[in-house]
């Protein structure tokens, strides 16, 4: 898949504070589950709160807003500090400047859209207001809908409403706890390029839960794991998906996501053309024409990923790039190999009998074999 890149007052904290970072530190017991992470998290971009059902996702997202307290808590985010239990301060809920957007829209039914969205925008003072009505209106294409009830509007519609309202409170970091997890296909493919744009317009941090690999690697810049109430690991997106170690690594969905430019389009066959960076190779993939220059996101899945030792010739295959074995792991009948392109890497699933064919050790020059129907654009 491809995607295009986007490029009440807290108490200060002292000066020598970590800027442009969020340090989260949440220790919160209750009957049969615990959570205990300690975060050190980017300022700005997405930040994904992956795991299963259970694993803290949604108790962790409620310390962030001041829903629960834990009775052991630091929060500081971007030189403010919201909550530090060793010093007895704790900012309630109602004074953080969150916006939350949860799985279901919870938009007054006798309100309209416009009435709804003016809510948002009342319960921040004028003086402090940084988005504007019409300014989230637009980012979230809703103009035309404000005069309908909420009853008149889908469910895609119905979240694009529900995060316009919360943008409108003009927060200092929005909490998102699986706002696409009550749609169905359709209607995810509907709100996600708006989500896009929000990463892209607004310097507003976000915290993203889901249990959805597919919106993780579209919309995540940095990627948290939790596993039973704590970290198992915490990195930016493109380094965490390649940890062999990781849970995720050997399931059916394990994938890399690299970067590539705009180059090319071929209009008789409708192929999007790729430069990546450091390497002569050039992806091509099914997808409608984009800007040359443009950068995008692209997902590979492991699966996709066959290697050769020779360049083949004489092949459907069109995605033929020049790599370099960098490590692997074995597990039972299956090796994955994580590669080296250029300066991107990506991630292979052979059997293990193909790794001892090839002959696989570090440093070796192989070609990797992407089809390009594997890529189709979203």
């Known amino acids: 898949m491809i995607w295009p890149l986007r490029r009440a007052s807290a108490v200060k904290v002292p000066s020598d504070a970590p800027q442009n970072l969020i340090l989260a ?3 919160v017991a209750r009957p049969g589950f615990t959570l205990d992470v300690d975060l050190t998290l980017p300022g700005r971009g997405v930040t994904a709160l992956f795991g299963h059902s259970g694993s803290g996702k949604t108790s962790c997202l409620r310390c962030f807003a001041g829903l629960d307290r834990p009775a ?9 500090q919201w909550q530090d239990s060793a010093h007895g301060h704790f900012l309630p809920a109602h004074q953080r400047p969150v916006g939350y957007v949860f799985q279901e829209a919870n938009l007054f039914p006798h309100l309209s859209v416009r009435r709804n969205l003016e809510y948002g925008l009342k319960r921040i003072p004028a003086a402090q207001r940084h988005i504007e009505l019409e300014q989230a209106v637009t980012l979230l294409g809703i103009d035309h809908l404000l005069q309908r009830m909420p009853a008149n509007l889908s469910g895609g519609e119905r979240q694009r409403v529900a ?5 409108l409170t003009s927060p200092r970091l929005l909490l998102m706890d699986e706002p696409l997890a009550s749609l169905d296909l359709k209607r995810k493919q509907e709100v996600l390029p708006y989500l896009e744009r929000l990463h892209e317009e607004l310097d507003i941090p976000v915290l993203y839960v889901s249990h959805a ?19 198992r690991a915490s990195g930016p997106l493109k380094e965490t998906l390649l ?12 994938e890399a996501v690299i970067d590539g430019q ?28 984009l800007p040359l220059g443009q950068m995008v996101r692209v997902k590979i899945k492991a699966r996709d990923v066959s290697l050769s030792v ?19 792991r074995h597990m039972e009948a299956q090796s994955l190999l994580t590669l080296r392109v250029g300066e991107q890497r990506l991630l292979a699933r052979i059997t293990r009998y193909s790794f001892d064919q090839l002959g696989i050790h570090a440093g ?4 990797a074999q992407v089809k390009s129907v594997s890529l189709l654009g979203a």
């Not at 052991?72 to 403010?80: D, R």
């Not at 940890?243 to 394990?254: H, K, N, Q, S, V």
């Not at 459907?316 to 490590?327: F, G, M, Y």
């Not at 070796?364 to 070609?367: K, Y």
């Open 72 to 80: 052991e808590g630091l929060l500081q985010v971007n030189g403010e």
């Open 243 to 254: 940890r062999a170690d990781l849970p995720f690594a050997f399931e059916d969905d394990a």
């Open 25 to 27: 530190r949440f220790k």
């Open 163 to 167: 995060i316009a309202r919360a943008l």
């Open 262 to 289: 705009v180059s090319g389009f071929d209009a008789d066959y409708h192929l999007l053309q790729l430069t990546l960076a450091g390497s002569p190779a050039r992806v091509r993939l099914p997808h409608g024409s």
């Open 310 to 328: 020779q360049r083949a010739e004489g092949s459907s295959l069109l995605n033929l790039l020049p790599a370099e074995v960098d490590s692997w």
């Open 364 to 367: 070796q020059a192989l070609w």
């Open 213 to 231: 690999p597919d919106e993780v690697a579209r919309l995540a810049d940095h990627l948290v794991l939790l596993e039973d109430g704590q970290v």
